[in-house]
């Protein structure tokens, strides 16, 4: 079974450039996750969707990010404008509704902004 | 405060020694509990849950649980050079089981 998977691995851009990142979840996983590790932090929840809905987004920095998830399968997380603090790796990871919490985690985004 | 708290390390142990990885949370409430390990630019992986106080072991690994003390620690038993690598804790807040809260991360390294 192909785990999460998580597109691009690398991205750099210049402030103010726009980026979109995709995940898609393990398939049959209705619970879709985004987290960010910025450089020397810990990794931070963003959102959370449960198919197409967003559960939680308590943990969106701000209106420059926006997640969507139409039809309840693949997911992206654009940023626009990116700014430089923007910078860090993000993580999707997903888990079955109804089970367990457990959260698989996909390879991450590595998003540099210069 | 951060909720959850990890010692960064480097925590170093010899081939065949057992490494004792701990954590600490702030949310009493909180009632979930991961331990993932991340290999250098991999995804973080989970090696073991636990829920209720106690240990609980899986393999070479024994998770530890104490809510009254808002602690949990990972036991690696016979630690291999393959072990090296980031651990990271993981805890759930109490009204939301879906909101995992991570430590920075404690890195291991075993010595051949």
């Known amino acids: 079974e192909a785990g999460v998977t998580q597109f691009p691995s690398h991205s750099v851009i210049e402030k103010g450039q726009t980026v979109t990142l995709r995940c898609d979840p393990i398939?049959?996983?209705?619970?879709l996750y985004w987290y960010r590790r910025v450089m020397g932090k810990e990794i931070k929840f963003l959102l959370h969707f449960v198919k197409e809905s967003k559960q939680d987004e308590s943990g969106m920095p701000n209106n420059r990010f926006l997640a969507e998830r139409t039809g309840g399968t693949y997911s992206t997380l654009k940023v626009q404008p990116a700014e430089l603090e923007d910078s860090g790796v993000y993580f999707c990871a997903s888990s079955l509704i109804g089970g367990e919490e457990t959260q698989y985690f996909g390879p991450g985004t590595r998003l540099l902004v210069l | 405060q951060k909720e959850v708290e990890q010692n960064s390390g480097p925590l170093s142990v010899p081939e065949g020694a057992i490494a004792s990885l701990n954590c600490t949370y702030s949310?009493?409430?909180?009632?979930?509990f991961f331990w993932y390990r991340q290999y250098s630019g991999k995804s973080p992986e989970l090696i073991m849950f636990?829920?209720?106080?106690g240990d609980k072991e899986d393999g070479r690994f024994t998770a530890q649980l104490n809510k009254a003390s808002q602690y949990v620690s990972l036991l690696i038993r016979d630690s291999q050079p393959s072990d090296s690598a980031t651990y990271l804790c993981a805890v759930t807040g109490r009204n939301n089981f879906n909101k995992f809260y991570f430590g920075s991360g404690t890195k291991l390294n075993v010595k051949p």
């Open positions: 949310d009493r409430g909180s009632q979930s």
């Open positions: 398939s049959g996983h209705d619970n």
């Open positions: 636990i829920y209720s106080n």
